[in-house]
């Protein structure tokens, strides 16, 4: 089982590198649209857990905001690491729930209502949340805020944005 379930994070951390490369690959500038990108993270989602855990899952990403190609690899890892934590420990078995990704120009938001956990605690052993603080910090110049207790988690990361514009 533990077997499974590393290869199971493996393959969803690979889907969501090639999502976004694909993306990449056919874009012509160097920006990228966040929600498009972000939708293909939560398919992959959608696709590895159907049927597996009755999550709903939510999306509130206005589709004109663009963000650097180098950025969006890094939202797109920290987002799939998010959401691999929230379906791996927010929700029992068979638990049915709600996952909700938002994103503004310099913020990403994930929500859940989950059974919520000890955010003092799991700094300190979780190398999920360890990878994504430091990814944050160093590679997104940004800061991370968890808030959590028994109606769920709300993690928002910031981020300094390296593009000058809003495509409207």
Not at 36 to 47: D, W
Not at 98 to 104: A, D, E, P, R
Not at 138 to 165: A, P, R, V
């Amino acid at each position: 089982p533990e077997a499974k379930k590393v290869l199971h994070e493996s393959v969803n951390r690979i889907m969501a590198i090639a999502a976004t490369h694909e993306l990449l690959s056919k874009q012509v500038k160097d920006d990228v649209a966040l929600r498009q990108t972000l939708e293909a993270v939560m398919y992959n989602f959608r696709h590895l857990f159907q049927g597996a855990q009755p999550i709903e899952m939510m999306m509130d990403v206005d589709p004109a905001i663009m963000v650097s190609s180098e950025q969006m690899v890094t939202i797109s890892l920290v987002v799939n690491e998010l959401l691999q934590n929230i379906f791996d420990h927010a929700f029992e078995p068979q638990t049915s729930g709600v996952v909700k990704l938002s994103g503004t120009l310099d913020t990403i938001t994930v929500t859940d209502n989950g059974k919520g956990y000890d955010v003092h605690q799991s700094n300190e052993t979780s190398l999920g949340l360890m990878i994504v603080k430091s990814y944050v910090r160093d590679k997104l110049k940004g800061k991370i805020t968890i808030e959590s207790n028994k109606q769920g988690t709300k993690t928002c990361f910031y981020f300094e944005q390296n593009t000058s514009d809003v495509v409207h």
